[in-house]
């Protein structure tokens, strides 16, 4: 093969390995979409995929390409796509949940970072998802306490957080675990396809 065939060749190799990661953050995107439409009430907390989409994306994608699908997400509720629980457009960041979303791009890339390369074990998975949740509950929180007292000027602001936000950390923690399995079998069914 002389060098024209051989840069061909790794050109061709690059562009369809951006073409694969394109596509990779577009289903997250999509996923992440779907999540937020899905809502299993639970007596006090409906139980929502979003957090685990997240984490899962940062997991499976890398730090940075799993927060760019979170941020695409984000940017297109922006935009007015009706893609939030709650629809879209840019009133929104007056919203209690905003910051959430603010952190699912950040719950992402912390994921991905902690997970880093090699092998990926369960006890790996799980506690770069659970990293990956706390910051996302480390944005959210904050937020939703200023939007609740100064913009909304409530009272009572450590019930609101406990029970608007605490009361969702366990759900959260086990669907980090769940979304730890869930990334395990699909990297495992990715290696033996590969």
């Given at each position: 093969m002389d060098d024209k065939q051989s840069t061909m060749s790794g050109i061709v190799r690059k562009k369809t390995a951006k073409s694969r990661v394109l596509a990779q953050c577009a289903l997250f995107v999509v996923l992440m979409?779907?999540?937020?439409?899905?809502?299993i009430p639970f007596p006090l907390v409906p139980l929502t995929f979003?957090?685990?989409?997240?984490?899962?994306?940062?997991?499976?994608?890398?730090?940075?390409?799993?927060?760019?699908?979170?941020?695409?997400?984000?940017?297109?509720?922006?935009?007015?796509?009706?893609?939030?629980?709650?629809?879209?457009?840019?009133a929104y960041v007056l919203e209690l949940t905003f910051g959430y979303?603010?952190?699912?791009?950040?719950?992402?890339?912390?994921?991905?970072?902690?997970?880093?390369?090699?092998c990926l074990t369960?006890?790996?998975a799980?506690?770069?998802?659970?990293?990956?949740c706390a910051v996302n509950y480390l944005v959210g929180v904050p937020y939703f306490a200023v939007i609740w007292h100064f913009y909304m000027q409530n009272g009572g602001l450590w019930q609101a957080?406990?029970?608007?936000?605490?009361?969702?950390?366990?759900?959260?923690?086990?669907?980090?675990?769940?979304?730890?399995?869930?990334?395990?079998?699909?990297?495992?069914?990715?290696s033996r396809r590969a």
């Open positions: 979409v779907v999540a937020a439409f899905i809502r979003q957090t685990a989409v997240a984490v899962s994306a940062g997991l499976l994608l890398g730090p940075a390409a799993g927060a760019a699908s979170m941020g695409v997400y984000l940017f297109m509720g922006l935009l007015g796509l009706p893609v939030f629980a709650g629809g879209g457009g840019f979303l603010l952190g699912f791009a950040a719950a992402a890339f912390v994921a991905g970072a902690v997970r880093g390369g090699g369960f006890a790996r799980a506690m770069a998802a659970l990293a990956g957080i406990l029970v608007y936000n605490a009361a969702y950390l366990p759900k959260d923690i086990a669907l980090c675990f769940l979304a730890a399995a869930a990334v395990r079998a699909v990297r495992a069914a990715l």
